[in-house]
């Protein structure tokens, strides 16, 4: 397999490709598998000059954690915090969910004395379930390799409902274990992403947030055992995975759907070409589930830039991508910091 540089230079440059190729598409209900191969190969003709895609909030909130761990080496909640404040003054016009936006103006006061207050008065004291603390999780994974404790800490700074950090803590567990080349056994993969969920969703917050939304009984769980049942049919419909999974802008409508693309393109598909590797094949048909397009293939692209390695990206695809290079530049720093910190020094 890939070295374990590769792997980590793969998750972040990846991410941020999910996020500038997938934002084409974000909102759109339908999109036909043909359209999102026009968009996808015009990336490679360069005699079109495609320019630079931009990316979006995914990608500027990503930066911030990855900024943030890499400064302090290690997580502070007051700089992250920080960081996004002012990368949204900035540049507000990156595409975020528009409740989040009352959090980082909030965020940006500096009579602020506890970091989380702005989240946890979100939707009437609810906190949002929405997935922008899943989308900027994969850094979390390749900074500490317990990430699930940060992963949530980080999110909670924007979303405090359960379904929207926990969404961050799976996305950042699946991260980590493709990091570790887990999606080589892709049943004991998911079958071990069903068990640590178990105990994340085991605590009483979650439980409540769940009955009071008028979701199953450990929602992800759930939502997991769905994407196993997926991953054994022979044939599956992209309307089969949208009604079972979801595309939506919601965690749990989109972390559980971003994990199912990076499986089910392990192995070839008719319907993708044939030249594709795995990686190409998980962006493409990220794209091609319509909804929040960007965002879940931000997500897959994390998960399966660990799993396949920097070398499977396609060089003008990069090439395309407004940020890419400096994921790269910042996967490089990351990888030494993991192991500064596994090492306990
Ligand atoms: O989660 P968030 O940062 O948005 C991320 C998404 C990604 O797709 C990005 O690419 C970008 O497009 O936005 O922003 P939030 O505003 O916290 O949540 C997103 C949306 O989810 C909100 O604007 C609401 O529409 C919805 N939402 C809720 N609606 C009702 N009740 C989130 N939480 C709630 C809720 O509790
Ligand atoms: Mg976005
Ligand atoms: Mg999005």
Known sequence: GPTSLSRFRGALVAAVLGDCVGGEFEGVEEVPMENVLRHVNSLEDETKGNGILEYSDDTAMASCVVQS??????????DMARRFAKEYSISPGRGYGSGVIQVLKKLASPHLTDVYQPARDQFNGRGSFGNGGAMRAAPFALAFPDAANFARLGAMLTHSCSLGYNGAVL????????????????QTFINTLISEMEEVESDEVSRNDARILKEA??????????????????????EEVISELGNGIAALQSVPTAIFCVLHCLQPRQYLP??????ERTIA?????????????CMAGAIAGAHYGVEAIPQPWIRCCEGADDADVNAKRLHILYHQVSQGS
């Not at 996305?171 to 892709?186: E, I, N, S």
């Open 69 to 78: 761990l890499l400064t302090r080496a290690g997580f502070d909640e007051h």
């Open 171 to 186: 996305q950042a567990l699946a991260v980590h274990l493709a990091l570790q080349g887990a999606l080589d056994l892709p």
């Open 217 to 238: 009984e450990k929602p992800f769980c759930n939502r997991l055992h769905r994407v196993r049942d997926l991953m054994d049919m022979d044939k599956v419909t992209i």
């Open 274 to 279: 044939e030249n594709y590797g795995g990686l």
């Open 285 to 297: 048909y990220s794209l091609a589930l319509g909804g929040d397009t960007d965002t879940i293939a």
